[in-house]
Nanobody
Framework: QVQLVESGGGLVQAGGSLRLSCAESGRAFSTYAMGWFRQAPGKEREFVAAISWSGGSTYYTDSMKGRFTISRDNAKKTVYLQMNSLKPEDTGVYYC???????????????WGKGTLVTVSS
């Protein structure tokens, strides 16, 4: 069973930075592609970023390119999302996702974390 636990969310002012972490408790972390999604209040969950099992390939939603960076450490079984130049519209619950294929859509996710709240104040 794959369990994903996010951390690192919180309150930050616009223009600030946060780094989210997602730790996986199973034994097959390095075989999964990993991703981050977010859900703003009253909106559907949307794709943010994804990274291949090796870390060699990454994908981002256009609005996050240049501001967010996804990375992973397979030895630590952890995936990260570095978020810079945060905007109030980045506010939402950020979810970690694991999948056998690159998780760029919610329908393609095999496992979800419970989420961590990011609030960006103006």
């Amino acid at each position: 069973q794959v369990q994903l636990v996010e951390s690192g969310g919180g309150l930050v002012q616009a223009g600030g930075s946060l780094r989210l972490s997602c730790a996986e408790s199973g034994r097959a972390f390095s075989t999964y592609a990993m991703g981050w999604f977010r859900q703003a209040p009253g909106k559907e969950r949307e794709f943010v970023a994804a990274i291949s099992w090796s870390g060699g390939s990454t994908y981002y939603t256009d609005s996050m390119k240049g501001r967010f960076t996804i990375s992973r450490d397979n030895a630590k079984k952890t995936v990260y999302l570095q978020m810079n130049s945060l905007k109030p519209e980045d506010t939402g619950v950020y979810y970690c996702a694991a999948a056998y294929q690159m998780p760029t859509r919610t329908s393609g996710v095999d496992y979800w974390g419970k989420g961590t709240l990011v609030t960006v104040s103006s």
